[in-house]
Each structure stands twice: as C-alpha cells, then as structure tokens.
C-alpha cells in the first residue's frame, strides 16, 4: 500500500471561527504588506500566536511541526494528520495535512503548496520562535533564498486592536471578575488552593461556553496561591489549607479562542496584621498612580520610571519583582508575548489608540520578615482616541478583600 507524505482533506464543514471573515482578510492584507515592505516572496509562520492571528487555527503541537504559508495569492495551514480535518474546520484558509510515515513530510507539504510556482528569492521566518534546526532544515529546501526575521514587524501588528477584538478582550475581563467573584465565595479556613481554584476556573468556563457557544474550550485556568506560595506571580497552586491571617493571591485567566485575560488581586483571610497592612497599602497607592498615568502618548518607559519613583518614597521599591504591565491579545503563558508593548524601564513605545494594556505592581517581601508575602494587583485598559477604560470591575485594595466567610 502507498501511503502519501501528504494531502488535502475536507472532513465536515467550516465552523464559525473567533472573528468574521473580512477580520482576517484585513490582517492577512497587513501581513502582506509587510512582505511589499521587505521584499518578501514568502513567509512561513511557525508560532501559535501568529498562525491563530492570521487563521483562527491552534495547534496542539505535542513534539510535531505546525506552520502557516503565506505567499502574496496563497494561504494554507501545515498541520499533521493526527488532528484530521479539525484545522482545516478551523482555519479559514486552506489547510494541508502531512503524514508521519517518513521524515521532514512537513518540509514537502510546504513544497506542494508551492508547486510549480518560481521558487522564492526571500522568505520570512519568525526568528523568536522557529528553532535553529527547523531554520536549516527549511533553508535545504530553498537554498537560493534569502532568509529575513519578520517576528518584530509581525508584532507591531498584533498590539493595535481591532474592534472584533477588543469585543472579545472586554468579554474576557468580564468572565475573569466573574471567576473571581466564585472565588471569593469559597475562601474560608482549610479550603485548598487547589479546590478553591477548580471552583473558579469552572465558572469561567461555563461562562466561556454560553457567551461563546461554537467555540472550541481549552486552557482557561486559576492560580490561587496563599502563605509562602505568593511569594512568585506565575506560581502554581497547590493542596495547601487556608489558615486565618494568611496573605492570598486571586489570578484568574480565561482563556477564549487563544485570547488572554487576566484578573489578579491580593487579599487576606480574616485579618491582616499592621506590616502587611502597610505594604499592601503602598502596592495600592501604585497601583492607583498607574491606572492615572496610562493614556494615551504616554511612554511605557515613564510610567515605569515615576511608578519606581513612587514606590522608593514608600520604601518598597526593592521589593518590586518585575514589569507594570503588558499588552493584551493573542497570547498565553505558553505561547505568545508583545515584548514591544510592555511598561519597563527598556520600552519606549508610545501608547495610542487600540491598545490594551494591563497595570500591575507587584512587590514580594522574603519570608521571615514583618509583612511576608507577595501583593499584586491588576487591572486592564483600552486606550482610545482621547481616553482609557479600565475594562476591570473587581474592587481592589483592603477596604474589599479582607475576606471573612
């Protein structure tokens, strides 16, 4: 039997995808103007934030290759064949399926999309993402090509928003207070992290599925960390009890259609003694002074800059562990990040209309010393024209979440 390297498969039908048709026929029009600008014939993409941006597909990688060809009339998702037909269903281009039967069958799917068009003088790869052995093995099948990096320029075109997507953002925020809300109801003395954290990331997705009904329900998740395990913002929960005057952080994440948004808020259980009082005072007056600061024609670095000031006359500033904030969007904890959207001292890109950003101060202080623990809050804004609204309700700050259930 002669089993082909790859094919074309047309299982079932199109499904609705994140956003309408003429959404991605605008960022795809983007893209390509990229590649006018660069001289490009062609670019591969490799990563999971820019082949969901330009086609509304998310693989499920597990070792295997994915990618995402664009020339200036064509555009196919490469998917491998474990997944069928369900990237085809939910790209809104045309999609080409590889086989494991031989090795590098991903190299001759790209071949065949090509086919007997003129082999390409320049292609784009997305160089903070393809792996150096994906680059050779790519560079053996256009050895007369040229190779630029087009991660940056793709970048700069996720962090302004569309409207579709800054509907989808809003929804995300309001299902993260959402999650926040049923935790808090279950905060109470023994209560683990572990279980208080099922029972908000459950609502979340419950909530994802009736706002959104055709989509597909994967990697909405809760960090709930208390004690000693606030210590790190990106810490995983764990079986620990509750125990009263214990330092809590609330992060909920729900995830829709690969976009990200976040709440996260510090609190305590039952009481709070007067140094963590004083310290969860000052990351609050922080936090406060940067919801003030972004707008827009701001500079992401002076925000950074005056917030550093602020917290050194409080005598914090130390105990800051790192950035105020970050671009919203196409993005995950595994996958994605707009590093050219982010308020540090080394960023120097202007806010404008579209974008979306979070602030969020976060200091720890070791433990052993008066007011040990981590405090972090965290709110998301849309810049607009003239404007900014903070897209997050969940009160912060302890005059709400010294929780007494």
Not at 111 to 122: A, H, L, T
Request: glycine share 8%; with cysteine.
């Amino acid at each position: 039997m002669e089993r082909p390297d790859f094919f074309e498969l047309k299982n079932g039908e199109k499904v609705k995808l994140p956003f309408s048709e003429k959404e991605y026929k605008e960022r795809v029009s983007k893209l390509r103007t990229v590649m006018d600008k660069n001289n490009l014939d062609m670019i591969i993409l490799t990563s999971m934030h820019n082949i969901a941006y330009y086609t509304g597909f998310i693989y499920c990688s597990f070792g295997r290759p994915y990618g995402c060809l664009i020339t200036k009339k064509k555009i196919f998702t490469i998917s491998a064949n474990i997944d069928a037909s369900q990237p085809w269903r939910r790209s809104h281009c045309d999609n080409v399926i590889y086989t494991d039967w031989k090795r590098d069958n991903f190299l001759k799917a790209i071949v065949s999309i090509i086919g007997r068009d003129e082999p390409p003088k320049s292609v784009g790869l997305e160089y903070d993402h393809v792996t150096l052995e994906m680059k050779e093995k790519i560079g053996s099948i256009f050895t007369f090509s040229v190779f630029n990096d087009v991660s940056k320029d793709l970048m700069k075109l996720r962090m302004i928003k569309s409207k579709e997507e800054i509907d989808i953002i809003k929804n995300g925020a309001r299902i993260a207070d959402i999650g926040g809300e049923e935790i808090v109801k279950n905060i109470k003395e023994q209560n683990t992290e572990l279980e208080i954290a099922i029972a908000g990331r459950d609502k979340m997705e419950r909530e994802i599925a009736r706002t959104y009904p055709g989509a597909e329900y994967m990697d909405t998740w809760v960090w709930f960390q208390s004690g000693i395990n606030t210590d790190g913002a990106h810490n995983p929960k764990t079986n620990r009890s509750l125990q009263k005057g214990d330092i809590l952080s609330l992060n909920t994440f729900p995830m829709i259609s690969g976009y990200y948004t976040a709440l996260e808020r510090t609190l305590f259980l039952d009481q709070v003694d007067d140094e963590s009082l004083k310290a969860w005072e000052a990351n609050v007056k922080v936090h406060k002074r940067g919801l003030e600061l972004i707008k827009p024609g701001v500079k992401c670095s002076d925000i950074c800059n005056e917030l550093n000031e602020l917290f050194a006359e409080l005598g914090y500033l130390q105990y800051r562990t790192f950035g105020y904030g970050h671009s919203f969007g196409m993005l995950s904890h595994f996958y994605g990040r707009e590093s050219g959207l982010e308020l540090r001292e080394d960023i120097n890109t202007v806010l404008e209309e579209n974008m979306v950003v979070s602030m969020e101060p976060m200091i720890m202080i070791p433990d052993g010393k008066p007011g040990a623990g981590g405090y972090r809050e965290h709110d998301i804004l849309v810049i607009g024209k003239d404007s900014v609204e903070n897209i997050t309700k969940f009160p912060f700050g302890p005059e709400h979440n010294i929780i007494k259930n």
